[in-house]
DNA sequence: ATTCTAACA
DNA sequence: TGTTAGTA
């Protein structure tokens, strides 16, 4: 496929696929047109960029770290004992970041259930939707 | 109509 | 990362 489809099938800007492979997070074949030829593989590729990107690793990283990865029948398995020093170094620092994010949601929940509400006069005609709280559900 | 590279009011 | 110009 080229860069359109994989665009429209994972949301993700062609720019930022092209990105991507300057990165080299992806490698793209080349068609005699010069127009990138993706495989069909390169979506659930770019889901994983997408999600290790998000948890905070830099793209080297990630570079590293695909081509060390093999499909399972369930899940993924690692490849590359090299790598398993970065990756507990990754996790760790993610657990870390969890655990900021924690105290950080409970400070909020926290502050807006000490807020008290403000009560406008609602004469637009559209129906109110203020936005629920916060009920300190997961965990 | 699509994609490519390069560059920035 | 977005956006855009000028091509192929």
């Not at 998000?54 to 080297?60: C, I, K, P, S, Y």
């Amino acid at each position: 496929m080229r860069i359109g489809e994989l665009a429209r099938l994972t949301g993700v800007n062609q720019r930022l696929l092209r990105y991507y492979e300057e990165q080299d997070l992806l490698h793209p074949l080349r068609r005699a047109s010069g127009y990138r030829d993706y495989d069909d593989a390169d979506v659930e590729r770019v889901r994983r960029i997408r999600t290790l990107l998000a948890a905070g690793l830099n793209t080297t990283t990630i570079a590293d770290v695909l081509p060390c990865t093999i499909d399972t029948d369930d899940g993924l398995a690692g490849a590359c004992p090299a790598l398993l020093g970065d990756l507990r170094r990754e996790h760790a620092r993610i657990s870390a970041s969890i655990t900021e994010l924690h105290t950080a949601r409970t400070m909020l929940a926290a502050i807006i259930d000490a807020t008290p509400h403000e009560a406008p006069e609602n004469d637009s005609g559209r129906p109110s939707d203020e936005g629920e709280r916060p009920s300190e559900s997961n965990r």
